[in-house]
Structure formats: structure tokens, C-alpha cells
């Protein structure tokens, strides 16, 4: 275990690009959502009927709740969502529960909870039912559907890595088809898949389980969720973990400003991988000393010439740079690998960097499109949108024009869908995030994350009025359980509620090494997220 003082972390990044968009957001006004009315009524606390879970027996129950479609009715209409749980294993030390919540969004809570399981320490599965739920809108909880699978297939194929003049015209004009067909086809759940609302179905999946209080664990936008539910019921947290943590002010009322630290972020910690190419060639293998030069070359080459790939989708610049945005989510652990799979590229061999986004991908980016414009407020101006979405593209040479002027896919492009969105935002939250009265809450913060930046860490730690601060030095999206110091001292928390000491640093980051055996974290999908085995 390594620990070493705080840094100034504003010392690390550049914000100016930020601050010039959070002025010129505020000059041109955004227009705050409709405010989620009080209920009038208690919603009925869901009935838990616990069975088998479909599938291999691995020692979970399956159970579903019904909760209700829309807040501002508790008693009217309800939809089901999908929990799961394991009880812990020593009934005598049980603590709890502890609910497992993924990024995304748009991924399985279930999925994690019965995917992580095996990587929690012994004394958190002793102590705690360890449970999982798909949020309203995902998977088994009510897919919301916008694009099907031909529509997805030719936007994301007919993308280019370096896209040409008319890209960010059709963008826009993407966008907008995005929106009228989220509202088409899901008319009935888009304005309700809200924050606030999960929120609220968390509260209820807690008395349901008979609890008093809970512990969490959310990652990347699980910190969100919790972010938002310390703030609505700041009595009922046991403990909580939120890492990958969101500046939760800045994501939803300055949307502009959060995306262009997105895409800082990641093409930053792009630049620091194929930095480490340049002073690494052997190690690394591609780019023969000169990686940026070559990996700018690779997306025109695969543009021009895209690799036609087994199932006959081409595999373009497009395909190279989506790809790329989800694995170097993985650190520094993972960068020969990356090394490998961009000379595969290069030589038109099988990658995984050249695998197009797939249908399990667009019920993955149909949600994550729909939950983010139902919770975050862009400015009406469509001079701001194309203005701004070229400037945030342009400051992100590596993977910003192919991400920011492409299709409706992940976090950093969703402006040009959200400015246009029809839907009503009746489940975004609207309030104060300082969750008054809380228990303490640990924040985790990842130095090079390169999709929720470690500023956003910072900002809400310092936001919540009982926010501890703990900080991974090291490359790579989230810290639990990527860290041997990070692990220790996060279950230690969930077990005893001794938090850190303030300024804690852990730096003890597994190094990049030969390629020689194939490693858990290479080939990141964005469908399937899980609590990485400590290394």
C-alpha cells in the first residue's frame, strides 16, 4: 500500500475551455426542467417474491417490484423492475444490505451484482445480502427503445474517424431524429427513466428489503444515482461509495461545460497511452516511434478503406475510435494490449478495436441517450449547439471529431439529441445535492479517468456537506478494486465505517508490462460492466 499527500488537482488539468462554456451557457440561458411535484400520497412499498434466478445457479434470489411510473401519481400506474440479491454468507455478522449500481446508464444492475460478486472481499459477502437491480428503462426493467438495430447499424457504419464538412449538420440533423423516435416509440417511459425517479425506486427497493438504512456502491453513473438518493433521503444511508463521481451541478444544469471536460479527459489520457507508445516501441509495437502520426493515419486508412469484418459490417476510423473511447478505460494495465491490437489494426488483422458497436450496444446507447437528456438541461439555441459541439470536438484531436460529430452513441456527444429533446423531464431531479444530515460519504477520484474526470471527484466531495475525498493516482476509469490500497481501505469503510484520512492518495497502480497473457480488462464492452478481480 502506497499513500502519499493530496496534490492540488487543479494542477493537472486545464479547465479553460469549461469556464468559457459555462459563461457563454449562462449568458444564453438554460431552461430548467419541470420540477418533480411532491407527492401527495406514499407510494405502496413494493412486494418482494423471491425464486430462482433464470440461468446457472450461483446462489442468488431473483424477485421483481413494482414502482411507480410517475412520482407525481404514487398510486396510479406502476412498472416493474428486475432486483436481484445474495444473502451474506455468515447470517451471524450480517450488517446489511449492499447494493451494487453500475455506470452507463444502460447497464444490468443485475448483471453486476451477480458478476461482481466473486471479486468482493470475504468480509463484504459475509456481512452483507448483496443486491442488484436494472434500473427503470434497462434490460429486464422496460427496455426503452429509440433506434432499432438497422437504424444504429447504418449511422454508426456510415461513420468516419475523421469525419468530412458536413459532419456536424448531420449530427444535428441525427440528433433530432434520435429524439422524435425516443418519443415515437417510448412515449410513455422516455419522461420518466429521470434520476429523481431511480432515486425514488431505490428508497423503495430498501423498505421492501425491511431496512432502516442501506449501503451502496455505485460506479462512474451508479455515483450519480447515489449522488442524487443521499440528497432525497440523506437519513437512510448507512454508508455509501461513490466512484468515478460525477460534479453532479455541472452535469445537469451546465451540460456544455461537463461535456467538453469529458472529452479533455479522454483525449488526454489517449495522448498519455500513445505517449507511452513513442517511449515505449517495443513494448508497445505500434507506431514505430511516432504513434499520434500513426494512430491520425490508421482512421483516414480505415475510412478510405474500412475492414469488412465477419459479420459484413465495415469497420471504419468510426469503429477504431469508439472502440479506443471504452478501453482505455482500463489503465495503464492494458496499454501493450492497446499497443497490439492497433498494430492488428494497422495490418487489417482481427482486433477488437475493429469489432463495430453491436445489438446488445444500442439497447445499451438507447438508454444511456435517454436517461441523460431526461436528466440534463441544454440551452434551446441551435447556434449554440453547433457552435459549441465543433469547438468541444475541435480541443480533442485524438477521438473528438469522430465521437462529438458522430451518431447518437455515448456521454460525450449527447447535446446534439438532449438540445432537441420533445420529451417532458417530470423525473429529473431539481435541488440542492448537499445531502444535509447524511452519513459520512466516500468519494473516490481517479487521477487520469479518462471518462469521469478527477476534478468531478473533487467538486463532489467538496458539494456534499459529509463528503471524504479518496484519490487513486493512476490511468484508467474508477479506482475500487484497481487498486490493492484503494480496495482495502473502501471495504474497510463499508465494514466498519472508518473512512480515510483526509488527503489520502493511494498510488499504487499495476504498471504497464510485456503483453504475454491475455488479462481481465482487455476488450472492454461497454454492455457489461463489473467490479474488476483485484490484481
Not at 413494482?66 to 445474495?86: E, H, K, N, S
Not at 446507447?365 to 457552435?387: H, I, K, Q, W
Amino acid at each position: 500500500m502506497q499513500i502519499r499527500s493530496a496534490d492540488d488537482p487543479r494542477k493537472r488539468v486545464v479547465w479553460g475551455i469549461s469556464l468559457v462554456l459555462v459563461a457563454v451557457t449562462a449568458l444564453l440561458g438554460g431552461t430548467p426542467g419541470a420540477a418533480t411535484a411532491r407527492p401527495l400520497a406514499a407510494p405502496p412499498v413494493p412486494v418482494l417474491s423471491w425464486g430462482p434466478c433464470a440461468g446457472p445457479g450461483d446462489g442468488f434470489e431473483c424477485a421483481t417490484a413494482r414502482v411507480p411510473l410517475d412520482y407525481r401519481q404514487p398510486t396510479g400506474r406502476t412498472i416493474p423492475l428486475a432486483v436481484t440479491r445474495r444473502p451474506a454468507a455468515d447470517p451471524a455478522r450480517r450488517s446489511g444490505v449492499l447494493v451494487l449500481h453500475p455506470g452507463g446508464p444502460g447497464n444490468s444492475g443485475v448483471d453486476f451484482a451477480r458478476n461482481s460478486y466473486e471479486a468482493l472481499p470475504a468480509s463484504l459477502r459475509d456481512a452483507f445480502d448483496v443486491v442488484g437491480y436494472d434500473m427503470r428503462g434497462v434490460a429486464r426493467s422496460g427496455q426503452v427503445e429509440c433506434w432499432d438495430d438497422e437504424e444504429y447499424s447504418a449511422a454508426v457504419d456510415a461513420a468516419r474517424g475523421v469525419p468530412g464538412p458536413g459532419a456536424l449538420h448531420e449530427a444535428i440533423r441525427q440528433g433530432r431524429d434520435f429524439a422524435a423516435a425516443c418519443q415515437e416509440r417510448s412515449p410513455d417511459l422516455v419522461p420518466f427513466v429521470g434520476t429523481g425517479s431511480n432515486a425514488k425506486d431505490l428508497d423503495l427497493l430498501r423498505q421492501a428489503l425491511g431496512e432502516e438504512t442501506l449501503s451502496f456502491y455505485g460506479r462512474s453513473f451508479g455515483s450519480y444515482v447515489g449522488t442524487v438518493y443521499a440528497a432525497q433521503f440523506p437519513r437512510r444511508i448507512r454508508a455509501m461509495v461513490l466512484d468515478g463521481g460525477y460534479d453532479p451541478q455541472r452535469y445537469a444544469d451546465v451540460p456544455y461545460a461537463y461535456d467538453a471536460g469529458q472529452f479533455a479527459a479522454l483525449d488526454a489520457a489517449v495522448g498519455r497511452f500513445l505517449d507511452w507508445c513513442a517511449q515505449n516501441a517495443t513494448t508497445c509495437g505500434f507506431g514505430d516511434g511516432k504513434p499520434r502520426q500513426a494512430f491520425d493515419q490508421l482512421k483516414r486508412a480505415l475510412d478510405a478503406d474500412p475492414v469488412i469484418t465477419p459479420s459484413g459490417r465495415p469497420a471504419t476510423g468510426y469503429t477504431l475510435a469508439y472502440r479506443l473511447m471504452f478501453n482505455i478505460n482500463s489503465g495503464k494495465v492494458v496499454w501493450p494490449y492497446l499497443g497490439e491490437a492497433l498494430r492488428a489494426a494497422q495490418a487489417r488483422q482481427a482486433s477488437f478495436l475493429l469489432s463495430p458497436p453491436s445489438p446488445a450496444s444500442f439497447d445499451f446507447l438507447n438508454v444511456n441517450t435517454a436517461v441523460e437528456c431526461a436528466d440534463r438541461v441544454y440551452p434551446a439555441s441551435p447556434l449554440l449547439l453547433g457552435a459549441l459541439v465543433s469547438a468541444q470536438a475541435a480541443a480533442a484531436p485524438l477521438l473528438g471529431p469522430p465521437i462529438g460529430l458522430g451518431p447518437p452513441t455515448y456521454d460525450h456527444n449527447h447535446a446534439p439529441t438532449c438540445a432537441q429533446w420533445p420529451a417532458e423531464r417530470p423525473s429529473r431531479f431539481e435541488g440542492s445535492y448537499r445531502a444535509a444530515g447524511s452519513a459520512p460519504i466516500l468519494v473516490l477520484g481517479t487521477t487520469g479517468d479518462p471518462d469521469t474526470p478527477y476534478q468531478d471527484a473533487v467538486a463532489l466531495a467538496r458539494t456534499l456537506e459529509n463528503g471524504r475525498l479518496l484519490t487513486f493516482a493512476g490511468e484508467g476509469h474508477t479506482a475500487y478494486n484497481r487498486s490493492a490500497c484503494v480496495s482495502a481501505l473502501v471495504t474497510d469503510y463499508l465494514a466498519t465505517l472508518a473512512l480515510p484520512a483526509r488527503g489520502t492518495v493511494c498510488a499504487d497502480e499495476t504498471p504497464p508490462g510485456p503483453p504475454e497473457r491475455r488479462i481481465t480488462g482487455i476488450e472492454v464492452d461497454e454492455t457489461r460492466e463489473v467490479i474488476p478481480a483485484l490484481r
